[in-house]
């Protein structure tokens, strides 16, 4: 039956994880629904990177992570990853010495045999093709990953993570070392993914990149939601100020240059 509602939405609760006593996420609730375009926000080491991890499986966490009614706590990292859920590292992880094309082959193929997956394709599926203009690497299907830029290399990872039909997209300080120019690609190819209803969850430490494209922004500081909102919600926040200025009164100037205008 459709009832008109997609249900393929994120509902984090009180999630926790530990390492060693040391508690990097605290308690964190979060639901992100398709369509949005969510920034997460907050300074070095506020558990960005390790929230990620807990939903994607790769640290063990307690609480709950629902996607699309499911629990997700517990499976292993593949079984997550069959569920439609995908994330990108810091440091992009695509096989250097394949082309563009063989990469976002093996992704889309995780099915098929090593033979079947090198062998020359005569044809490639539409798939596919339409993955890689939607990444605009179009032009360079055939070129060796090695040889991509920083920005080129996260749009594959991108792609592969397209193919394999992610639903729910976690991507890790993906505009970090881009020039101007990628930023600015790279955010309209996450509003065109969002758009497509998914669920996109975007790590950034760039203010600027966040300012120009965040849908929503969640802001973490030690592990904790600190606040949450519209980009102009957030960026008027004292307390999120004072996370990125440290403690005391600031002049408007000051937080403008973090911040930027509020309004
Ligand atoms: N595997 C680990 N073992 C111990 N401490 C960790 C580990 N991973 C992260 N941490 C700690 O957890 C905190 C949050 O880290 P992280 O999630 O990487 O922060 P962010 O991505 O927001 O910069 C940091 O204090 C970090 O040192
Ligand atoms: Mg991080």
């Known amino acids: 039956m459709n009832t008109g509602f997609n249900r393929d939405y994120l509902q984090i609760s009180d999630l926790r994880v530990s390492f060693d006593g040391f508690v990097a996420v605290d308690g964190v609730d ?14 070095n080491g506020a558990g ?24 997700l706590l517990g499976r292993k990292v593949h ?11 810091q440091t992009a992880t695509v096989f250097e010495n394949l082309t563009v094309l063989q990469n976002l082959d093996i992704a889309a193929g995780a099915g098929r045999g090593v033979r079947t997956l090198l062998r020359k394709r005569s044809q490639v599926p539409e798939s596919v ?31 592969m993570l397209l193919v394999q039909n992610a639903k ?11 020039s101007a120019e990628e930023k600015d690609e790279t955010g309209e190819l996450l509003q065109r993914i969002a758009a497509d209803d998914r669920t996109v969850i975007c790590v950034e430490h760039d203010m600027d990149f966040m300012r120009a494209f965040a849908a929503s922004v969640t802001v973490l500081h030690a592990g904790k939601v600190l606040a949450e909102g519209s980009v102009a919600d957030v960026q008027a926040d004292p307390r999120v100020q ?3 200025l440290g403690p005391g009164a600031h002049t408007a100037a000051e937080v403008e240059a973090v911040m930027g205008e509020a309004h």
């Open 242 to 244: 004072e996370v990125y």
């Open 129 to 159: 093709t339409e993955v890689l203009a939607t990444v605009g690497l179009t032009e360079l299907a055939d070129a060796q990953a090695g040889t991509l830029s920083h920005g080129q290399k996260q749009w594959l990872e991108i792609g």
């Open 48 to 71: 960005k990177t390790t929230l990620i991890d807990a939903v994607s499986g790769l640290v063990p966490a307690t609480g709950s992570v629902q996607w699309a009614g499911t629990e």
């Open 168 to 178: 729910l997209l976690m991507l890790d300080e993906p505009v970090a070392g881009m």
């Open 30 to 43: 979060l639901v992100v629904l398709p369509g949005d375009l969510r920034f997460l926000i907050g300074p």
């Open 79 to 89: 079984r997550i990853a069959r569920l439609g859920v995908g994330r990108t590292f």
